[in-house]
């Protein structure tokens, strides 16, 4: 796991690249742009599942990946998630639980690692529920779209990403309070 400079992490970075266009072209959507607005959205989302599969499959993990890889992530939902709320009508209560609970997970990220020189990966649930967030944000992202309306679907997945966040957060904060404590 010493080599840095690996597909999966240029696509990582890549992602992060991406995330200024998104916004832009959020901000500025109208019916012309929206269908590249649709487009650039969903490659970022594509190369966070490309990313990991070349990564597993090709035997090319890295201790940056396990780093670079979540943070991508959370770059993207939290950025994407701000405008949606400031520009447009995502939840406020539901972006600060975002926020909130990707701080606390990157700060006991932080403290594993200085403490014990531990860097976890990210955990099933974690990706799932990013796949859940990137789902959520990408039907915000459609509602934009004079033409279309997307309320039942907006609440129903706000519904299941709020449960999916509440569960994430709990396994996270048990992985570290065992590796805290030393157990596994």
Not at 47 to 64: M, P, V
Not at 111 to 133: A, D, E, W
Not at 137 to 164: G, H, Q, Y
Request: hydrophobic share 60%; with cysteine; charged share 15%.
């Amino acid at each position: 796991m010493k080599k840095t400079v690996t597909l999966p992490n240029i696509l990582s970075m890549l992602r992060i690249f991406m995330i200024p266009i998104i916004i832009f072209l959020m901000i500025h959507v109208s019916p012309q742009i929206f269908p590249y607005l649709i487009v650039v959205y969903v490659f970022a989302v594509f190369l966070d599942f490309l990313d990991g599969f070349i990564a597993r499959c090709f035997s090319q993990e890295s201790d940056l990946g396990k780093i670079i890889d979540p943070l991508a992530d959370k770059f993207l939902v939290l950025s994407l998630l701000f405008t949606l709320t400031i520009k447009f009508d995502f939840p406020v209560w539901l972006a600060v639980f975002i926020v909130l609970r990707d701080i606390l997970i990157l700060w006991a990220s932080f403290l594993l690692f200085k403490g014990r020189k531990i860097i976890k990966p990210s955990l099933v649930i974690g990706k799932f529920t990013f796949g859940l967030l990137s789902l959520l944000i990408f039907v915000f992202i459609v509602d934009l779209s004079d033409s279309i309306d997307l309320f039942l679907l907006k609440r129903f997945f706000i519904v299941l990403s709020s449960a999916f966040l509440l569960w994430s957060w709990c396994e996270y904060s048990l992985v570290y309070l065992r590796e805290k404590n030393g157990r596994k």
